[in-house]
Each structure stands twice: as C-alpha cells, then as structure tokens.
C-alpha cells in the first residue's frame, strides 16, 4: 500500500515568507508526528495529532510555527515569517496507534526547506 | 524524562566484518526502544524495536539489537556487513506521550 506522502520535495523560499508543509499520512492511522532533522539540532520532535487534536505540541519552536490536521488524514504544517535557522529537513510520520508507546512509526520522505 | 545516547557518530567497517552501534537510554518508565535507518536523501525505516517481549530482537536485514537493563543498553549488531549497509542509523525511546527520542545518529562506511 501506499507509504507516507510529503509535498513539496524541496522548498526554496526568502526570509520572511510563509510556509506550507503538506503530509499525506498511511490510510487509517490516527496518530500523526511532524519532526524536523536539522545539522545542528538532529531529529527532534514537532507535534503530535491522534485524530485531529494536538495533545502534544510541546516541541513547535516558536509561535511562528503551527499544524492542523482535517478529517483525520492530511496535516499541514506552517512557518510564519520564516528564518534562516528554519532551514531543514521536516519529516513527518503516521502510526496506527494500536499499542500507544510501541507502535512503529513510518516515515514520509520529508521536505527539505531552505530559507535563503 | 527519556533520553538516548548513540556513541560514535560516525563508525567504519570493511565489507564483512561485524557490525557494532552503540546505544544507551535513560527512561523514568519500562523503556521501548527503537532502532531506524536512514538511506541518503530518503525518510527513516525501521530496523526492529523492543517491546520488552523478548530481550532480543530480530530485524530487517540481518541486524539484532539486545536489550540491557542492568547496562542501560540497546546496541545494534550485525554479524558480517555489506555495502548496501552504509547509512545513518538512529536509536529512540518512545515518550510517554508516544513521541520518538532521537539519539543524534551514527553514520555507518562500508569499504570495500
């Protein structure tokens, strides 16, 4: 079946542009994780949806970061006025959530942002 | 609060020696511990994880990983490696919120 999708690929945008990251989760999963890998601070931990609730956002950086998620299925994460320090790989993951803590979770491809 | 430790970031072996990445966790609760490949340019895929139901795990690929409670350790072993193998290679603990720990990654040379 089909994995994780993530859109754009790439994204080159300027400083102080706005954002939109899309990921497209696995068909039924209600868990969703959004993280971001960067040379500097390795992989952390953005947010997290089940459904379409965020009870855990405890790692969006800044207020000029922000996700929803519609429907159960699709999440978009936003960068507000963007920086260079934004600049990165996001990834993002679905998990079915049947056993919380031990579920695996499958990992789009990501998008590499570039802030210039 | 949970946390892991991959010492070496970057590691190099010859095609068909052993294959050894190190990884150590702090966990206030029963850790479950995760190990996930990385290819270049590619997302992360899982390799095995631990769910305390054996201390043994078996993966993809010919990896294992034991788990040590009495070391606070999840080490990544792989008997003979292959080129194919080169990667960067994480280790995690699931929070309890769900969330994945990251370890800050080893990177893996296979040479010929």
């Known amino acids: 079946g089909a994995g994780v999708s993530q859109s754009p690929s790439n994204k080159v945008t300027e400083k102080g542009k706005d954002v939109e990251l899309r990921c497209d989760p696995i068909?039924?999963?209600?868990?969703l994780y959004w993280y971001r890998q960067s040379l500097g601070q390795g992989l952390e931990f953005l947010i997290y949806?089940?459904?379409?609730?965020?009870?855990?956002k405890s790692g969006l950086p800044s207020d000029r970061f922000s996700a929803e998620r519609t429907g159960g299925s699709v999440s978009t994460l936003t960068i507000q006025r963007t920086q260079q320090e934004d600049s990165a790989v996001y990834l993002c993951?679905?998990?079915?959530?049947?056993?919380?803590?031990?579920?695996?979770?499958?990992f789009g491809p990501g998008t590499r942002l570039t802030v210039l | 609060a949970q946390s892991v430790t991959q010492l070496g970031s970057h590691v190099s072996v010859s095609e068909g020696a052993l294959v050894l990445l190190r990884c150590n966790y702090s966990?206030?609760?029963?850790?479950?511990l995760f190990w996930y490949v990385q290819y270049p340019n590619q997302g992360l895929q899982l390799l095995l994880k631990?769910?305390?139901?054996?201390?043994l795990v078996k993966g993809i690929n010919g990896f294992e990983a034991e788990f040590k409670k009495s070391e606070t350790s999840f080490h990544l072993t792989k008997p003979s490696a292959h080129m194919s193998d080169a990667a960067e290679y994480f280790c995690?603990?699931?929070?309890?919120?769900?969330?994945?720990?990251f370890g800050t990654g080893t990177r893996l040379q296979v040479f010929p």
């Open positions: 993951a679905s998990s079915p959530r049947t056993s919380g803590r031990t579920d695996t979770q499958y």
């Open positions: 068909s039924g999963h209600t868990a």
């Open positions: 949806f089940q459904g379409n609730s965020a009870p855990d």
């Open positions: 966990s206030s609760v029963p850790p479950y």
């Open positions: 631990y769910t305390s139901a054996a201390t």
């Open positions: 995690a603990v699931s929070d309890l919120t769900d969330k994945l720990i």
